[in-house]
């Protein structure tokens, strides 16, 4: 690894969250527990705490449901930022199966595979048929499109859905959309809704009361980033403008592989880990793309997202959790472990 990368993951260590705490002593003297972060979300500003595994069960106590969220496995994957993909996306399906309450479903936010092929999505299936949540629900990311425009995918993956794969469902009170923005990706990579799709999310929308929680999900961040990686949707401000009523809205997307959080008004932006390897923080390196770091770090920077609803207060909590049993994977200022910059802005 480039000594520019280990600095960052250095600093990122020591200064997770300015709060004073030495994140490496921190880390070692935590290891043996496993540490995770809960983000609640109440009023539209989130509030994190570091939680260890023997306070797991508490983080969903009095949640109505939860559902777990994992992106980008990028089943097919086999260069040297992970060589086991399908053994990373195990680990975090024995660590969904050993939650304390089961989640309701399960939200894979695209990527599933590297090169979309049968067999890829063969072992896929394959490992998600031992998750303990039976429900899962899908959108497309753009590797699983790229030998056949995602027709392998819908076959799959998309009954039921219209257009791309687009849809809708509702769970206990909660509306749920996913959403697809890389059909049609735009220069430099950004995503794209184009204007069938949101059309379609308009009118799914209309009739809905504003009380009503929204949660959005789809693979590349509904929320501009890094535009010179492509890292954000070009027309996501028309798709957003739609859920502006609504008092309570939430975001959730992969792509860039490392947590980013970013509040506007109502709507929480929350980008997922990865399960297969992590990607620089943006502007940090010559382009996007797997990074390599040590092995005894890779599951400290892959992930699950675990949320919990929670009926009272119209909030999400979220969750998101390492791979590894040694590492928070946030913190209060929306960076991850080691390769994620902050963004709050």
Not at 52 to 75: C, E, L, M, P, W
Not at 203 to 220: C, E, M, N, Q
Not at 234 to 239: F, G, K, V
Request: glycine share 12%.
């Amino acid at each position: 690894m480039p000594d520019k990368k280990q600095d960052l993951i250095d600093q990122q260590l020591q200064d997770l969250n300015n709060d004073g705490v030495d994140r490496r002593g921190f880390l070692k003297c935590m290891a043996w527990a496993g540490t995770g972060l809960v983000w609640t979300m109440s009023g539209g500003i989130p509030v994190s705490r570091a939680f260890a595994k023997n306070t797991d069960r508490s983080a969903g106590k009095g949640a109505d449901f939860s559902f777990v969220q994992i992106s980008d496995s990028h089943i097919g994957f086999s260069k040297p930022a992970n060589p086991d993909v399908t053994a990373t996306l195990q680990t975090a399906i024995n660590k969904i199966n050993a939650m304390p309450d089961k989640p309701d479903f399960i939200i894979h936010t695209g990527d599933l595979s590297q090169l979309s092929k049968p067999s890829e999505f063969d072992t896929l299936d394959q490992v998600l048929r031992g998750a303990s949540a039976k429900q899962i629900y899908f959108v497309p990311g753009e590797h699983d499109m790229l030998s056949d425009n995602g027709d392998e995918y819908l076959q799959r993956y998309g009954k039921g859905t219209t257009g791309n794969g687009w849809y809708s469902f509702d769970h206990k009170d909660v509306h749920f959309v996913g959403l697809v923005n890389v059909a049609n990706l735009k220069a430099g990579g950004m995503g794209s809704l184009g204007h069938e799709q949101l059309e379609w999310f308009e009118d799914d929308l209309k009739g809905r009361s504003a009380s009503t929680p929204i949660v959005l999900f789809a693979h590349i961040p509904l929320w501009t980033i890094y535009p010179d990686w492509g890292w954000g949707t070009d027309d996501s401000e028309q798709a957003l403008s739609y859920v502006k009523r609504f008092g309570s809205v939430t975001v959730l997307n992969g792509h860039i592989h490392q947590i980013m959080q970013k509040v506007e008004g109502k709507v929480s932006f929350h980008t997922a880990m990865s399960t297969a390897f992590p990607q620089p923080a943006p502007g940090t390196a010559a382009s996007a793309g797997p990074m390599k770091v040590p092995a005894d770090q890779l599951q400290r920077v892959l992930g699950i997202t675990d949320v919990n609803y929670l009926v009272s207060g119209r909030s999400l909590a979220i969750v998101d959790s390492p791979l590894g049993d040694s590492a928070s994977s946030a913190s209060g200022n929306g960076g991850g472990l080691g390769v994620v910059g902050s963004s709050l802005g």
